[in-house]
């Protein structure tokens, strides 16, 4: 029997009477570029505006859309690095005053985040990547994936989620906040052989993006392609969309 990982429990929103309901674009394309670029969140590369970008303000069940809570997401890469770029329009800030000092934050999720789940393995399709950032640069990296069989307390020695591992992904990052026009933006750059031993720009991953906003229950949990699970869980690998690499 699989058991709920308590990473994946939040709180429900509960009922709204907004119940408009998007369907988002299922695929993001990465343009390939020639060279490394600088991270640099206030003043992006030029290459930026050579990949086309989603965009998604909808919560997590694909439901009550909050265009002053959208979320644009790009994506480039070379054969050495993937680069992500989020910008994030907010109504309220809630961050962590500390971290790591190289700004990792244990935990981040408990405070206002961009995130993707990267999953280059389809093979394997309960194994991802999870990495996060904040508004004011902290960030995580995390391994997530199921234990072997034999190896968890269940007496039927089935696979069960494992609790999330520290990836040491070795990604760099640039964030900048906006306050005059409540927008922040964040540019991530991770190595490729964190993701994959073998990469092949030709077969397409599996991938989402998410966003939580908010100092209290009911927090704002948005999706780009929506999980639909009773409660707001981003761990939903069935629900990821498409990244292909041109």
Known sequence: ???VNPRE????PGPSTVVTETIPNQTITAHRISN???LDACNPAAEWSSTP???FCADWQGRNPDPARQTEVRVLWRPRTLYLRFV???RELFVFDDSEPSGRRDKLWDRDVAEVF????LSQ????KEFEVSPNGMWIDLDIGPRPKGTCNDAAGDSEPAGPRDLQSGLSRSVWLNQEERIWTAELAIPMKALTANFDPAA???ANFYRVEGRREPRFYSAWQPTKTPQPNFHAPEAFGSLRFT
């Open 36 to 38: 490394t670029i600088p």
């Open 1 to 3: 029997m699989n058991k």
């Open 125 to 128: 399709p309960r194994h991802y």
């Open 118 to 121: 990267l999953q280059p393995e």
């Open 53 to 55: 970008s989603i965009a």
């Open 204 to 206: 397409s991953w599996r």
């Open 9 to 12: 429990m939040k709180e429900s």
């Open 88 to 90: 994030c329009r907010y």
